[in-house]
């Protein structure tokens, strides 16, 4: 098995960084542990930094390599960007859903309520791949990963594209050394830090939580959608457009599955809205939630923002 699998991306705590062990940490149980802190979201670019970091926080929590789950998430869904039948919605045609593909009596037995919201979704990354890690770990794993990958998926090609998949996600890790950053700013667990800006941003529409919903208000004491997106920024030092619409129309648009803490979430949801039109906009803070002020008697609060009225996003 190769070496390169084994915690090839650990830090020390905060940003006081060194590789632990490179490509040469040993796999066995209490051996190299698995890293602790997420590399810099270049290191491994096809990574959705969202994803890399429950990637990261599932295999701190189960002792099972990140570059290891990341590797599952990729064959089973790209990431969650699969448009595949079951990724995001039903099941496909074994009965398998969400983006590390459960089947329904598997979820039944190792579902995770990973973001602690109270339910247990197949469909949300936030329980999925903690759930992928903690049945991993049921069946072996780390001392027989072999063997728990392929109770995974009862293939020998499956588990061989998934160590290979993994060395190579391990090695990226390795050439690329910039500082890995963490952070507990958008809640438990690591997370990537986001950028100065952003981050003001996120604390200003933290302190609005549980304010009112206001058609067209901009605060201080209520706000519409965009008004709390607008303020956030205008916290920051950044001047954005009024509406939903013009912060969807005149800001860079970011791939799906590669946003940030900081960037724009929008939705087709709302009247008049479309699919280029959206009618509801919200601050990503990781780990697939935003913090938003939804619609009329509710007040700012955060929600998942992964849904099917989901339009794309946009970077300040």
């Not at 490509?23 to 290191?43: D, F, K, R, V």
């Not at 064959?75 to 329904?104: C, K, W, Y």
């Not at 993994?166 to 690329?176: G, L, S, V």
């Not at 912060?247 to 946003?259: A, D, I, R, T």
């Amino acid at each position: 098995m190769p070496l390169a699998i084994a915690a090839a991306a650990g830090c020390f705590l905060l940003l006081l960084v060194a590789l632990l062990g490179g490509l040469g940490g040993a796999l066995s149980g209490g051996g190299g542990s698995p890293a602790t802190c997420a590399p810099a979201s270049g290191n491994v670019s096809d990574i959705p930094p969202s994803y890399l970091t429950l990637y990261v926080r599932a295999g701190q929590e189960y002792g099972i390599p990140w570059n290891v789950l990341a590797a599952v998430g990729s064959i089973e869904s790209d990431h969650g960007r699969s448009t595949e039948p079951g990724v995001h919605s039903g099941e496909n045609s074994a009965g398998a859903a969400g983006p590390m593909q459960f089947l329904t009596g598997t979820w039944a037995a190792f579902g995770v309520d990973g973001d602690h919201n109270g339910h247990r979704d197949r469909y949300n990354p936030a329980d999925a791949i903690p759930a992928a890690a903690r049945y991993l770990r049921h069946n072996g794993a780390p001392h027989r990963l072999r063997t728990a990958l392929f109770q995974y998926n009862r293939s020998s090609a499956y588990v061989n594209d998934v160590l290979n998949r993994a060395t190579t996600y391990a090695k990226a890790a390795d050439r690329n050394q910039p500082a890995p950053r963490c952070s507990t700013a958008t809640g438990g667990g690591f997370a990537l830090t986001p950028n100065q800006a952003a981050a003001k941003a996120i604390a200003f529409a933290r302190a609005q939580l549980g304010k009112p919903y206001l058609w067209a208000a901009t605060g201080p004491h209520a706000y519409d959608c965009s008004g709390l997106t607008q303020a956030a920024y205008h916290a920051a030092g950044i001047t954005i457009p009024r509406t939903s619409g013009d912060q969807w129309k005149q800001l860079p648009h970011v791939s799906n599955g590669h946003e940030q803490p900081g960037d724009l979430a929008f939705f087709n949801s709302g009247p008049g809205t479309s699919s280029t039109t959206p009618g509801h906009v919200g601050l990503v803070i990781g780990l697939g939630r935003m913090i938003a002020a939804p619609h009329t008697g509710t007040v700012v609060q955060i929600q998942p923002y992964r849904r099917p009225t989901l339009l794309g996003f946009t970077r300040p």
